[in-house]
């Protein structure tokens, strides 16, 4: 699987973004989608998580209620719609892939259980 990430840019605080990543491949379905991010400085976080189906989802807890995370399945296509953006918010946000599911003891939150990443893109909010 490959993934691309892309729609990440400069926006005032409180300003919104939508990012997309597409996969290649026939079988997006089977993959469980995250994203996360790596301010500079600091380490790779989990920012959020969605199931195969799109059933599930899951959020960090600096960005419930702001982010929104979803899949269009026939489009091989996951978002990350990001509101009310903080300047903490600014990263560089990647989009990971896992084929089969991550739900045991939190898994998806954890880089390491994911195959494939994508290239990253940067986002970067202005206060």
């Known amino acids: 699987v490959q993934l691309q990430a892309y729609g990440g840019g400069l926006v005032q605080a409180g300003g919104s973004l939508r990012l997309s990543c597409a996969a290649s491949?026939?079988?997006?379905?089977?993959?469980?989608m995250g994203w996360f991010r790596q301010a500079p400085g600091k380490e790779r976080e989990f920012v959020a998580a969605?199931?195969?189906?799109?059933?599930?989802?899951y959020y960090t807890d600096s960005v419930k209620g702001r982010f929104t995370i979803s899949r269009d399945n026939a489009k091989n296509t996951v978002y990350l719609q990001m509101n009310s953006l903080k300047p903490e918010d600014t990263a560089v946000y990647y989009c990971?892939?896992?084929?089969?599911?991550?739900?045991?003891?939190?898994?998806?939150?954890?880089?390491?259980?994911?195959?494939?990443w994508g290239q990253g893109t940067l986002v970067t909010v202005s206060s």
């Open positions: 990971a892939a896992n084929r089969g599911t991550l739900y045991r003891g939190r898994a998806y939150a954890r880089g390491s259980e994911y195959e494939y």
């Open positions: 491949g026939r079988t997006f379905s089977l993959y469980f």
């Open positions: 969605i199931s195969g189906s799109g059933d599930s989802t």
